[in-house]
């Protein structure tokens, strides 16, 4: 099946992303009081287990910009391609616990 089984009745797996996703904007709209709609060009899911009994020092990818090029030896950051310069903001939205560190 390409569904989880949910309380109302087998749900894609797809349509649990877009139901959470929508929330996501709709409490974004309401703690910011924004007055006009915000609309998304982007949403991407990423699943990262731990390894039980492992302590990580590094970062699971470099650090970067999401809408510029980040040179390290200077700090700064340039909307040159490849980034994708027609973003304006990014944020993170974790589904989990939050964990000291």
């Known amino acids: 099946s390409s569904g989880i089984n949910a309380e109302y009745g087998e749900v894609p ?3 649990l992303f877009l139901d959470a996703t929508n929330a996501a904007k709709d409490h974004i709209e ?3 009081k924004l007055t006009r709609p915000l609309y998304f ?3 991407h899911l990423v699943l990262r287990s731990a390894i039980p009994g492992v302590e990580r020092e590094e970062f699971s990818h470099p650090i970067h910009g999401d809408n ?3 040179r390290m030896s ?3 950051c ?3 391609e490849p980034a994708y310069t027609h973003r304006d903001w990014s944020g993170l939205l974790y589904l ?3 964990k000291e560190g």
Do not use: E, G, I
């Open 74 to 76: 200077d700090k700064s």
């Open 41 to 43: 060009d982007y949403v």
């Open 13 to 15: 797996v797809a349509q």
């Open 78 to 80: 340039t909307k040159d």
């Open 96 to 98: 989990q616990p939050p």
């Open 68 to 70: 510029c090029v980040l």
């Open 30 to 32: 309401r703690n910011f």
